[in-house]
């Protein structure tokens, strides 16, 4: 079964620091992995999909890197805005039920002026 | 990619009665929809995977008498929340899956039971 974690589950910086977040499932057989972005009370924004043939993909300031064989994933957020608060999932699909995603529990973040 | 609308946004209803949550993709047409669930500080669970024209698939845990789904269209799908209790409250979300098999929600409806 996919299990996916991510750290760390809470994360504050001053702004125009570069963010750093991890993404770790244990299931490396996957077609893709995507990050999205919530903000409170809010549904989730896709922010990038990575198709297992990729390394990485850029969309801006974010780039998400993938590496299937360590089970990991990683989304960079370069020069960090008060605007980038917020909770940011990644989801993995199940290995054991095609179709469905395993998200992470997210990480918060708070970028502070 | 998809552009996908839940309505209502919120709902507050009393122990024991029904409340439906429709979700709409506006511009795709999708024959699969997802239902998912998250209580304060969680991340999202799974609940059910909505087909179009035919009966939806629940997760393990999921009691399909409560939580009614249909399916009617491509556009449209709808959960209804069957003789609810305050147990039931949380923020329901749904997605559909697009052509590249990339995700999309909905901006979720948050169910209050009093």
């Known amino acids: 079964k996919q299990e996916v974690t991510q750290i760390p589950a809470a994360l504050s910086v001053p702004e125009g620091e570069n963010l750093v977040l991890n993404c770790s499932f244990t299931d490396s057989a996957i077609y893709n992995l995507q990050w999205f972005r919530q903000d409170p009370g809010k549904g989730l924004t896709s922010l990038l999909l990575?198709?297992?043939?990729?390394r990485e993909q850029t969309s801006g300031r974010l780039n998400a890197s993938l590496d299937k064989s360590s089970g990991r994933s990683t989304l960079y957020i370069a020069a960090s805005q008060p605007g980038d608060s917020a909770t940011y999932l990644c989801a993995a699909p199940s290995t054991d039920s095609w179709g469905k995603l395993q998200f992470g529990a997210g990480t918060q973040v708070v970028v502070t002026p | 990619g998809a552009v996908v609308s839940q309505h209502p946004s919120r709902v507050i209803c009393k122990s024991g009665t029904s409340v439906k949550i429709e979700c709409r993709s506006l511009?795709?047409?999708?024959?699969?929809m997802f239902w998912y669930r998250q209580f304060p500080k969680q991340s999202l669970m799974l609940m059910a995977t909505?087909?179009?024209?035919?009966?939806?698939?629940?997760e393990q845990g999921v009691e399909k008498d409560k939580f009614l789904i249909n399916h009617a269209s491509l556009t449209l799908s709808t959960l209804t929340v069957t003789s609810a209790h305050p147990e039931d409250s949380s923020f329901y979300i749904c997605?559909?899956?697009?052509?590249?098999?990339?995700?999309?929600f909905g901006e979720g409806s948050r169910l209050t039971v009093l």
């Open positions: 511009d795709f047409q999708a024959t699969t």
């Open positions: 997605s559909v899956r697009g052509s590249t098999g990339e995700l999309f």
């Open positions: 909505s087909n179009e024209g035919s009966k939806a698939t629940y």
């Open positions: 990575i198709q297992s043939s990729q």
